[in-house]
């Protein structure tokens, strides 16, 4: 019995695969609020909401809120801990993440529509796991990161290779941030750095998650967090967004399948309710069609006995029956054609901006207009005008 609940415990943490989301900075045109859990692949919608691009996805997430749209941050900063569930961040807006895709997906994402626009954004993505031998020459320039004091480490230990890797990449975070001063100048232009943590796993499996090795390691990547935030808010003049997650491979592929399947579910539900709302148009039109032909032999019929039938003294109760059947006429005929679902007119996402380039083209060509208007009536008509020159009975030439 013990063990299946542990069973259906993993499975229940398999399926909702709770990560966290933490804002470590956000600058004063952009807020976030409240505790809303939100789905890993919405982002790309935050990030892109926040450096003042279209949010194409439907879902909506409401812990942001643009306050200033006209002072927008000029770059997202985003470092993701792979394998973990949290961070342990002292500081900083915290909100549960639904690990529903690999961080490298989100990324393509948030530097593909970016790329979209501009070609001139700065778009650094830097998977610290690849060592000092791969990145010595990075987007950001060369890193020279100083040597691990072994001295200043309490559990964790430069001779296991989970520890000194995790080691490596702390001292990469530190290198980064102090060349990002010379190696970045803020342009106006969108701009994105994504940063891989990928150590802080093995490190856990390791010594265990609640032993001093892992308490050392997180305080270790809390501090980088603090120094990175504090270089690129320098960079940047505070008008940059930071942010850290979680993002664990291994639950990402159960999580995914259990959503598809929804979706495609819920797909399926649409498609059938959709044919069987078309099937019942045509039904309806076609039956409507069908009693109205019926009425119109009928109404005919009535007529021809009517009138063979004139003298047999049945006329009143013909003129009845003509009336009845004019009603039931008018009735099918406004079912005809009818949306019988009341939906709305459909328009296309340019209505909008045909609209306001039309309308305010005409607001200001009114405008424009009146104050010509106002401009020539109050021109005085004197031996320089034009006025003057063209009305005079005789045209004044210069001897």
């Known amino acids: ?20 989301f933490v804002v470590l900075h956000s600058p004063d045109s952009v807020s976030f609020h409240g505790n809303e859990k939100i789905e890993q692949s ?24 643009i306050t200033d749209p006209f002072s927008l941050p000029e770059a997202i900063v985003s470092i993701a801990v792979e394998g973990v569930d949290t961070l342990d961040v002292p500081n900083g807006k915290k909100f549960q993440l639904n690990d529903d895709e690999i961080e490298e997906t989100t990324w393509q994402a948030i530097s593909g529509r970016l790329a979209e626009r501009d070609n001139d954004n700065t778009l650094v993505r830097i998977y610290l796991g690849d060592g000092l031998d791969a ?28 520890d000194r890797k995790f080691l490596e990449e702390i ?23 994504w940063l891989v943590v990928s150590g802080l796993r093995p490190v856990f499996d ?14 270790l990547l809390n501090n980088a967090f603090n120094v990175i935030s504090e270089a690129f808010m320098k960079a940047y003049d505070n008008k940059v967004v930071i942010t850290a997650f979680t993002n664990d491979a291994s639950l990402v592929r159960h999580t ?7 979706q ?31 009425i119109n032999s009928d109404v005919s019929s009535t007529t021809e006995y009517s009138n063979t039938n004139a003298d047999s003294g049945s006329t009143e109760k013909s003129e009845q029956d003509l009336a ?22 459909y328009y296309t996402y340019n209505y909008p901006v045909i609209f306001n380039i039309f309308l305010w083209f005409g607001v200001v060509f009114v405008f424009s207009l009146l104050a010509i208007c106002i401009a020539i009536a109050d021109m005085d008509p004197g031996r320089d005008s034009i006025i003057y020159r063209m009305t005079s009975n005789r045209m004044k030439k210069d001897n």
């Not at 450096?51 to 809120?65: A, H, M, N, P």
């Not at 970045?184 to 969108?190: G, N």
């Open 171 to 193: 001292q990469l975070l530190r290198a980064i941030a102090k060349k990002v001063p010379t190696a970045i100048k803020a342009d106006d232009k969108p701009d994105v750095y």
């Open 135 to 162: 990145l010595g020459q990075s987007a950001l320039g060369e890193l020279k990161p100083v040597p691990i004091d072994e001295s200043s480490l309490k559990a964790l230990r430069l001779t296991n290779e989970e």
């Open 206 to 219: 390791l010594h265990g998650n609640n032993s001093t090795a892992a308490k050392e390691a997180l305080l």
């Open 1 to 20: 019995m013990l063990n299946l609940f542990i069973c259906f415990v993993f499975t229940l943490a398999g399926v909702y695969a709770n990560g966290e």
């Open 324 to 345: 009845k059947m004019e009603n039931k006429i008018n009735t099918n005929t406004k079912s005809v054609g009818q949306d019988e679902w009341n939906h709305a007119k």
């Open 256 to 262: 995914r399948s259990i959503s598809s399947s929804r």
């Open 264 to 294: 495609r579910r819920e797909a399926q539900q649409a498609d059938q309710e959709e044919e069987n709302r078309n099937i019942s148009d045509e039904e309806n039109i076609d039956t409507n069609i069908h009693s109205t032909s019926e």
């Open 42 to 65: 919405l982002l790309k919608e935050v990030f892109a909401a926040c450096l003042g691009y279209t949010v194409k996805q439907r879902e909506t997430w409401q812990g942001i809120s």
